[in-house]
Structure formats: C-alpha cells, structure tokens
T-cell receptor, first 111, second 114 residues
Framework: QKEVEQDPGPLSVPEGAIVSLNCTYS??????FMWYRQYSRKGPELLMY????GNKEDGRFTAQVDKSSKYISLFIRDSQPSDSATYLC???????????FGGGTRLMVKP | EAQVTQNPRYLITVTGKKLTVTCSQN?????MSWYRQDPGLGLRQIYY???????DKGDVPEGYKVSRKEKRNFPLILESPSPNQTSLYFC?????????????FGEGSWLTVV
C-alpha cells in the first residue's frame, strides 16, 4: 500500500463546475500538506499549503485537512479550462523538505 | 527571476552510456534534490543535498549518483543507464529551513533509455 493514495482520474468536468480532489494517507506523523499543480511538460508549482487540520482558502481554491481521517481535499470553485492540469498532493512530517507525493489526479475542464 | 534550470530537457540514450543531467539554481538555496516522476507514482525523491558537499539518498537512489561541489549546481549522474530509468526527472531547490511552500521545481528532463 502506498503511503499517499490519490485517484489518478482523469476527471472531466464542464466549465464552472465545482471540483473536488482528494488524497488519503497512512502516516499519522504527516503535519504539513500541500497541493501542487502541474501543467503538461512543466514542473509542479505550489498551489496551497496548510499545516495540521483545518481549512485554507485562496481565491477559487480551498484546501481541507482532516487528520483524524487521514484525508485531504482541494476544492476548485468556478472551474476554468485553464485549470486543466495534473494536481499532486504532497505531505511531510516536519517543517523540512522531505515530501511524499501522491500519484496525481489529471483534471480536464471542458469549455 | 528565480529559476531552477535543468539540461537537457529531452534525451534519448542507449543502455550503459553514461549521462549527466545538470541542474542549476539562482536563488542561493542550500537545499537541492532530484525526483523522478512515473505514471501513477507521483514524484519520488532520488537524492537530496542539504548544502555543499552534503548529499544523502532519497527513496529511489539505486542507479544514480549526485555531487554538490558548488551551492548553485546539483548534477544527476547515471553511470550505466538502464531502460527502467526511462522517466521524467525534476530538480528542486529551497532554503534549508524551508517547508514545502518554498520548494521550486525545474521544468523537467525527459529521459528515454533504449
């Protein structure tokens, strides 16, 4: 069993839809949780970063962490075709740089 | 502009022919690392370096070498590439005390070993 599980998709939604992306994990020591967006043939770029449990909102993006369930989510409101990309969750045990990534979910937003 | 630059971006090579993928960053970061990305497996760390002359193995180091002689450069060396090293490789850098929110990734190097 992988340490971080993520549905690979692809997830196809119409423009304007609310998108929910999720990861589950097994290591209860993870405290820092990140979402990266990766466009085709590009490196990952950080979208959201949260520490411990709770919600964080940034524009159309909301990240949620439920440590009791070992489950994190990324919500995208009013999805746009430009949101079409692969979304990777990542997490770490401490405030360092040792990240464990999920396999990524490919999202397609159709006009 | 803050950058992590990798070269080459695309390479096809033959089994056993030594190759080096270069990585350079212009942000004076202490920490640098290499990842490989394979379908469904996300990014897996190959090697990392906390500072000059300090390197350590990540999750999948077999078949790779690295060196950190200068702060800005962190080359990845495949002494005898094999087809199972066909992958997309990313170099990343950050300040040593940084968390995930300060990690910068390069644009990736597509490597095919035939």
């Amino acid at each position: 069993q992988k340490e971080v599980e993520q549905d690979p998709g692809p997830l196809s939604v119409p423009e304007g839809a609310i998108v929910s992306l999720n990861c589950t994990y097994s290591n209860s020591a993870f405290q820092y949780f990140m979402w990266y967006r990766q466009y085709s043939r590009k490196g990952p770029e950080l979208l959201m970063y949260t520490y411990s449990s709770g919600n964080k909102e940034d524009g159309r993006f909301t990240a949620q962490v439920d440590k009791s369930s070992k489950y994190i989510s990324l919500f995208i409101r009013d999805s746009q075709p430009s949101d079409s990309a692969t979304y990777l969750c990542a997490m770490s045990e401490n405030a360092g740089n040792m990240l464990t990534f999920g396999g990524g979910t490919r999202l397609m937003v159709k006009p | 502009e803050a950058q992590v630059t990798q070269n080459p971006r695309y390479l096809i090579t033959v089994t056993g022919k030594k190759l080096t993928v270069t990585c350079s960053q212009n942000m004076n970061h202490e920490y640098m690392s290499w990842y490989r990305q394979d379908p469904g497996l996300g990014l897996r760390q190959i090697y990392y370096s906390m500072n000059v002359e300090v390197t350590d193995k990540g999750d999948v180091p077999e078949g790779y070498k690295v060196s950190r002689k200068e702060k800005r450069n962190f080359p990845l060396i495949l002494e005898s590439p094999s087809p199972n090293q066909t992958s997309l490789y990313f170099c990343a850098s950050s300040h040593r005390q940084g968390t995930g929110n300060t990690i910068y990734f390069g644009e990736g190097s597509w490597l095919t070993v035939v």
